[in-house]
């Protein structure tokens, strides 16, 4: 239980902290306009409630000091002094009251009184002073003048303020947890676990029997007729063959793969929409896709179209689940690689699309729902886009050719869009690809020298 000495020392302590306070933010309160040396007398009343309040703090710790655990005969003399103090004390404690209801009074000459407060709280250059000076004047504008009374509403002001900011932290971090969570929940109902078994599937170019097609493009996509994997490929075919004839037909099949990437070449680079790869079944189609969407050629004639352009991908397979053979497998396979590592666009489909943090699995999306989300953000032109959809010819029955057709061409008039598909020459989708006026090139015309001496 305090002593009456704790209490003079911590009211001692008080006003000490109150006086200087008071005296350091005098020079900036705004002064009434009768009151032209109330600054130095408040400064002086402040300095002598100081000097007071330190003696009486002083007076106090010297009795509070003896009376400490183990001291028994200290405490017995402090006892027996402590009558001789009691008046010094008492002296002190009035004279401090004495200042306290001088600096007070100082204090309101000095802000004024409460009406005129009310006009410096409207004055313009209120809003320049220190917020607690600010505090200050608010204060004694609502009827607040005691000096208790305003160093405890600014100490409330002060613990109001922490608990403000740590209260607003917490729940920011709240926020953000919650934000992560909806994140991955958003990609993960996106994502089915089969959506790439088809794509891992595919030979991968090393293993495939293409390398004068694959050459060729490395050839043609960077403009160098003396590049060395193409050179050294030459090189080995002319070793191997005495004939003249040979070597003559073998620099025009060069020159006709040659321009068939050119075409294909050219359209990475053009602000054309669509593009189509055909061939015949078993032909390397994937094959092909797979190589033209890891070459780094592709991504550099692609940045020659648009910096930046993203590069997306989805392989059909007929004989897949339904992921992989449907509208929506495709579409929900776009929108997934289209928000990996974008979190600005998946805080504005989590916003602007309510019903997509609900999702928790594949089989909760519609089609309707994956389209609008996916044709939202493509439009909306963040990032120049170029897709890659390989084996139209093996959507599902269900869906068919018309409804997917539809779907592809929704994408390409979206803006900083593209989109190169393959497929078999089916006569539904070649007579729509052809009405259309498509770019195209037929995967035999690349292959057919490869095979020729494959079969030699």
């Known amino acids: 239980m305090p002593t009456p000495e704790n209490e003079l020392e911590e009211y001692s302590t008080k006003m000490m902290e109150a006086a200087h306070r008071i005296q350091a933010r005098g020079t900036q309160v705004p002064q009434g306009t009768q009151r032209t040396q109330v600054g130095d007398t408040l400064s002086k009343v402040s300095q002598e409630c100081i000097d007071v309040a330190t003696e009486l703090k002083k007076e106090t710790q010297t ?73 200050l004047i608010l204060k004694i504008a609502e009827g607040f003048t005691r000096v208790e009374q305003l160093v405890s509403i600014e100490a409330q002001a002060t613990r109001d303020a922490i608990y403000t900011h740590v209260t607003s932290e917490f729940k920011a971090l709240g926020i953000r947890n919650i934000s992560d969570n909806q994140h991955q929940r958003l990609l993960k109902s996106l994502k089915p676990e089969e959506i ?21 493009y490395e050839r043609v996509c960077r403009q160098d007729p003396e590049y060395k994997a193409w050179d050294e490929y030459e090189q080995e075919y002319n070793d191997g063959s005495d004939d003249e004839r ?12 040659d321009h068939i990437w050119e075409g294909f070449s050219t359209w990475l680079q053009s602000d054309d929409k669509l593009f189509w790869i055909r061939g015949k079944p078993g032909s390397g189609k994937s094959t092909l896709i797979k190589f033209v969407i890891n070459s780094d050629n592709t991504k550099r004639l692609l940045g020659s179209w648009q910096p930046n352009t993203k590069l997306l991908s989805h392989f059909f397979w007929k004989i897949g689940s339904e992921p992989q053979n449907s509208i929506k497998g495709l579409l929900c396979s776009l929108l997934h690689d289209l928000l990996l590592e974008d979190v600005d666009a998946i805080n504005e489909v989590l916003k602007k699309f309510k019903f997509s943090q609900e999702k928790d699995f594949y089989k909760e999306w519609s089609s309707n729902e994956a389209e609008e989300i996916l044709l939202s953000i ?22 068919g050719y018309r409804a ?20 078999r020459p089916e006569t539904e989708l070649f007579k729509r690809l052809e009405s259309i006026g498509v770019q195209n090139l037929r995967l035999e015309d690349l292959t057919k020298p490869e095979m020729v001496v494959y079969i030699r």
């Open 404 to 423: 997917l057709l539809s779907v592809v061409q929704k994408l390409t008039i979206c803006q900083r869009v593209k989109v190169c598909v393959s497929s």
């Open 196 to 216: 790439r078994e088809r794509y891992n599937s595919v030979l991968p170019s090393s293993d495939a029997c293409f390398e004068r097609v694959f050459a060729s």
């Open 63 to 135: 009795l509070t000091k003896r009376y400490q655990k183990g001291k028994l005969f200290k405490a017995v003399y402090s006892a027996l002094r402590a009558e001789s103090h009691k008046t010094k004390l008492n002296q002190l404690n009035e004279s401090l009251k004495t200042c306290k209801e001088v600096m007070e009074t100082e204090l309101l000459l000095k802000i004024c009184d409460q009406d005129t407060a009310i006009v410096q709280k409207q004055n313009q250059g209120f809003r320049s002073l220190e917020i607690d000076v600010q505090n």
């Open 246 to 257: 040979e070597k003559a037909r073998f620099e025009e099949e060069v020159d006709e793969i």
């Open 378 to 399: 493509l439009d909306a032109g963040a990032h120049s886009t170029c897709i890659f959809i390989d084996g139209l010819d093996e959507i599902s029955n269900k869906d």
